[in-house]
């Protein structure tokens, strides 16, 4: 700002308090000059523009004069900086660097301490005796960046930290349910009329062996083809020829009879009257139809034996994180009736269908459950791990601003000045953010107080265009 803005400007407040001059319709005697002991070369260069109250009230004259004590005003050189950082504004020598800066800084203007669109060229209170704030040459960069006192980062605790190159390990966190392994489920049902003789001490629950007796059955289907092959066996003329039995023995086959009966059979070479069920694998009888003495017809289901040693995590995923997830990718459960215990495993099948009412889709993995703990339809809840172990250039995420359409950091730029800069992230995982593009390894960014830093940033940029449209 011009010597001559100021001076008018000073004028004028001095025209409109220049009734004081008088009393009772006499004027007073002028104060008597102040002799200012500069350096002649300084004196022409830099002479005292106004004379400011000692104490730092706002009062202010063009010619030297006293307080009501007998004090002499303080005179103000061109081009010297006030600081309005404590609650007294203070002159500074015109060669006082401001805070975070060096060199000769010049005052602009003055700014409305609430933000309020209004500028002031002298130093100003506002109406509840607040200090408007002084707008240095320079503050009001073309690159948007934003000039901070010491002071006031201070205050604000603005903290800044480098971005680095950090392994990102997003987490995908959802529940799920336990099911049995299809493959690992078996149905005992008889291919021909049966009757039950006999069923074994076996409730739904238990825990079987594979081969353990589950049930002695009698069926006429059965028998025959026992007879036949014994016959067959036994022939004279096809005794010791092993071709000619295979035919009746495939036929016990075809009827599911166990191989343990079969190969009594061969030994004793006598036909059973009752042939004894087994269990066909080791697990849990999950289904008992079988009661003794009742007539079973082909397909009638007496019993389901599910192996659980290794079951299915079921687990439902938002839509929205279906990109991050790949087959192979480390999971871990815990399952809500064990609080502390972990079952590792991997994603082995993602499903290829969304649920319309949810919006999820089913991921299946599997888990070993060798002490039997997991059971089917309990509820867990998985974390899949889908990072990468390749290091990526990162921020804290307190550091990124984002406001959906957007996102943005404060660059730290030294010496109190920060620059808001857009970027692109990507994953987001132990308090940690991916920066894609927009920053540097290394470039320290603003970690707290980021948002008060570009809330002065777009007020110091509104408040540049109402001075610039109020110059115009």
Request: proline share 8%; no cysteine.
């Amino acid at each position: 700002m011009s010597r001559a803005l100021i001076v008018g400007a000073a004028a004028a407040s001095i025209v409109a308090a220049g009734a004081g001059l008088f009393v009772a319709g006499r004027q007073r005697p002028p104060a008597p000059a102040i002799a200012m002991v500069v350096p002649a070369a300084a004196e022409d260069r830099r002479g005292p523009i106004y004379f400011q109250d000692p104490d730092g009230k706002p009062s202010y004259s063009l010619v030297p004069r006293k307080t009501p004590d007998g004090r002499d005003y303080r005179a103000v050189p061109a081009g010297a900086d006030i600081s309005f950082d404590d609650d007294t504004p203070s002159v500074m020598p015109p060669t006082t660097a401001a805070a975070g800066g060096s060199g000769d800084r010049r005052i602009k203007y003055y700014r409305n301490p609430m933000g309020l669109p209004d500028t002031s060229p002298v130093p100003k209170k506002d109406s509840m005796g607040m200090d408007y704030i002084p707008v240095y040459e320079g503050d009001d960069t073309d690159d948007g960046s934003v000039k901070l006192s010491a002071g006031k980062i201070q205050r604000t605790g603005v903290k800044s930290e480098p971005a680095a190159a950090r392994v990102i390990r997003p987490i995908i966190r959802a529940p799920g349910t336990i099911q049995l392994d299809e493959r690992r489920v078996s149905v005992i049902a008889m291919r021909a009329e049966t009757y039950l003789q006999s069923v074994a001490d076996v409730t739904t629950g238990t825990t079987v062996k594979k081969g353990q007796p589950l049930m002695q059955i009698y069926s006429p289907a059965v028998a025959s083809a026992a007879a036949e092959y014994v016959t067959t066996m036994t022939s004279r003329t096809t005794a010791g020829e092993p071709s000619y039995g295979r035919g009746s023995r495939q036929r016990l086959t075809n009827l599911d009879v166990p191989d343990a009966v079969i190969s009594e059979i061969e030994k004793t070479k006598v036909v059973p009257v009752s042939v004894e069920w087994s269990a066909p694998r080791d697990g849990i009888v999950l289904e008992r139809n079988a009661v003794q003495g009742m007539r079973a017809q082909p397909g009638d289901v007496l019993f389901r034996v599910a192996d659980t040693s290794v079951v299915w995590a079921m687990i439902d995923v938002a839509e929205r994180d279906l990109g991050s997830l790949a087959v192979g990718q480390p999971v871990s459960v815990r399952a809500r009736g064990f609080q502390g215990r972990d079952f590792s495993g991997k994603v082995s099948v993602v499903y290829p269908l969304v649920n319309r009412e949810t919006r999820t889709a089913r991921v299946r993995v599997e888990l070993a459950n060798a002490d039997l703990a997991l059971l089917p339809d309990m509820y867990v809840d998985a974390e899949i791990d889908t990072g990468s172990p390749k290091p990526v250039v990162s921020v804290p995420e307190s550091s990124v601003m984002d406001t959906g359409f957007r996102q943005a950091v404060m660059v730290d730029k030294g010496e109190g000045r920060f620059e808001p800069r857009e970027v692109k992230v990507g994953r987001r995982g132990g308090g940690f953010v991916e920066i894609r593009s927009g920053l540097e390894d290394g470039e320290p960014v603003v970690v707290s107080a980021n948002f008060l830093i570009d809330a002065e940033s777009n007020l110091k940029a509104a408040l540049k265009g109402f001075a610039e449209g109020a110059q115009q």
